[in-house]
């Protein structure tokens, strides 16, 4: 059995347990928008309690800020209302050797970015090892 077989058997067991599109949640109601390294033992939902709706995540290797990321967070912005960003780098990440300065380098880029209309909002935080959450301030 593939692992997407293993997955698929597991929406069996599930059920019909899936949140329906809600047309008014393609604008998220907290208005952030969270980008996180796509390392699977990142449970950003888990991390700020999410629920359908709650917030766009774009997850990427290290949770850097690319010309993709940038792009969506225009989408995000401009068709999806969010005005906030956070950002998610992590100890022990198999993309970034320094994710402590990369994290720094990301919040410079977004707030610089002509591309993006809300840029006053954008914090930046390092998950540890141990299972915390560490704010980087510029
Ligand atoms: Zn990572």
Redesign the pocket.
Same mark, same amino acid.
């Given at each position: 059995m593939t692992g997407t077989e293993r997955l698929l058997s597991r929406r069996t067991t599930l059920g019909t347990a899936l949140t329906p599109l809600d047309p008014e949640l393609r604008r998220p109601r907290t208005g952030v928008a969270i980008v996180a390294?796509?390392?699977a033992r990142l449970g950003v939902e888990t991390m700020f309690g999410l629920r359908p709706g709650d917030a766009h995540v774009i997850r990427n *290797?290290?949770?850097c800020v690319t010309g993709d990321t940038l792009h969506s967070l225009q989408l995000s912005q401009t068709r999806g209302g969010t005005r906030e960003v956070l950002l998610v780098h992590?100890e022990d990440? *198999? *993309?970034?050797s320094d994710p402590a300065t990369d994290l720094y380098v990301c919040m410079a880029r977004l707030r610089k970015s002509e591309g993006l209309p809300h840029t006053d909002v954008v914090r930046g935080f390092i998950y540890t090892r141990s299972g915390a959450l560490r704010e980087l301030r510029p």
């Open positions: 390294c796509m390392d *290797a290290g949770g992590h990440c *198999a *993309a970034l």
